[in-house]
């Protein structure tokens, strides 16, 4: 990872660029996968291809994942999220909270199973994995008084989904 306000390489968790002092996502002046020299409207890298369309403000598209190309999560409406739970899950955003995780111990597979087995259609197994939105997405689904059960077993489906498809945590690291 490179930063962004000065084109050093830095550790894909630094907090901040030892070169420069600054965050080294804050910016959009050079590449944060190749380091090259960027336009500030720029929104795809030219020479490594990557999306810099989220980069600056703190918030980060991650490029490519094994689970098809991340994008930045935009605050949606109860029923896109909804309709979300249907699709694989993808990378969100890197916040402070995506950090943390990333700093942490890596979360085990086999844990993630058997909270999604037995808590899937509350979204817990998604809370466990860093997934927030889409853990909240099912747990109101799941909770809504007027249309429980319709919701409720969409959730578990999304449940079942995830457990197939969702190899990584939100921080993008396998589990073990």
């Not at 860093?130 to 008084?145: D, E, F, K, M, V």
Request: hydrophobic share 40%; with cysteine; net charge positive.
């Amino acid at each position: 990872m490179f930063c962004t306000n000065c084109g050093n390489e830095v550790a894909e968790n630094a907090v901040v660029c030892i070169k420069c002092g600054v965050p080294p996502r804050n910016s959009k002046k050079f590449c944060y996968n190749c380091g090259a020299a960027i336009q500030e409207a720029q929104i795809v890298c030219v020479k490594c291809g990557v999306s810099l369309s989220s980069v600056g403000a703190g918030n980060v598209s991650l490029g490519k994942s094994t689970r098809g190309e991340a994008s930045e999560a935009p605050r949606s409406s109860l029923v896109d999220q909804i309709k979300g739970l249907f699709k694989p899950a993808v990378l969100p955003p890197r916040t402070p909270d995506i950090e943390a995780l990333a700093a942490g111990p890596a979360k085990s597979r086999k844990v993630y199973l058997l909270l999604g087995l037995f808590l899937g259609g509350w979204g817990i197994h998604n809370f466990y994995a860093g997934y927030r939105q889409r853990a909240l997405a099912a747990l109101l689904c799941s909770i809504i008084p007027p249309c429980c059960f319709v919701l409720g077993i969409a959730s578990l489906i999304g449940a079942i989904q995830d457990l197939i498809n969702t190899r990584r945590d939100a921080a993008g690291r396998p589990m073990v």
